[in-house]
């Protein structure tokens, strides 16, 4: 129940397109989700997060969207740049516990 | 100067040998973690510490203790590296009255022989 999703596991996306990553999850007590950025050679960086209470969420072109029937949220990447070209991570958590960290998507944009 | 520090930064060490990874930070933050990062695993949480007088296991912790020195130090040491704990280590923080973000150091890599 402590486990989370993601997919897929790496994505190529030409410059200008739309990337978008999946996660699932299956504690219905988890209440924020967030998604982390990271570059080779750095930590993870907090990109976007959303709590449940609200099914999307967007920060300039990086976007959540959330689904709580379907116990699922995803990240969509508007015009992608190769700068955007990363490891992203999922995630949820909940008070009282700890994050659980979904298995990560390479994404390489193309330039 | 970056807020969240580690040292090393990469280490390569023998089976049996006993290594230390610490971690240091000026966020004034409460709450410090360290994750192991395998490829193709996302991060696992070793352990975690709430305050200076708390110290709890992650899922991972078997293998593995930690040290927290002060609010702003928690090490991690491998008593015995084996080589099946090779990986990138990261040390975390976050306030516990400011939000949920954890803000993540630049990693130790470490390699067992």
């Known amino acids: 129940q402590q486990q989370v999703k993601q997919s897929p596991q790496s994505l190529i996306v030409q410059k200008g397109g739309i990337s978008i990553i999946n996660c699932a999850y299956e504690n219905t007590a988890f209440d924020y989700f967030p998604w982390y950025q990271q570059f080779p050679g750095k930590g993870p960086a907090l990109l976007i997060a959303i709590r449940p209470d609200v099914s999307e969420k967007k920060e300039g072109r990086f976007t959540i969207s959330f689904n709580k029937s379907a116990k699922q949220f995803s990240l969509h990447i508007m015009d992608s740049q190769p700068g955007d070209s990363a490891t992203y991570f999922c995630a949820a958590y909940n008070y009282g516990q700890n994050f659980v960290f979904g298995p990560g998507t390479r994404l390489s944009v193309l330039p | 100067d970056a807020d969240v520090t580690q040292t090393p930064r990469n280490r390569i060490t023998k089976t049996g040998k006993r290594i230390m990874l610490e971690c240091s930070q000026t966020?004034?933050?409460?709450?410090m973690y360290w994750y192991r990062q395998d490829p193709g695993l996302g991060l696992q949480l070793i352990y975690y510490s709430f305050d200076v007088k708390d110290i709890n296991k992650g899922e991972i912790s078997d293998g593995y203790s930690v040290s927290r020195q002060a609010q702003a130090k928690f090490s991690l040491s491998l008593e015995s590296a084996i080589p099946n704990q090779t990986a990138l280590y990261f040390c975390a923080t976050s306030d516990a009255t400011g939000g949920n973000e954890q803000f993540f150091g630049p990693g130790t890599r470490l390699t067992v022989l």
């Open positions: 966020k004034g933050h409460d709450r």
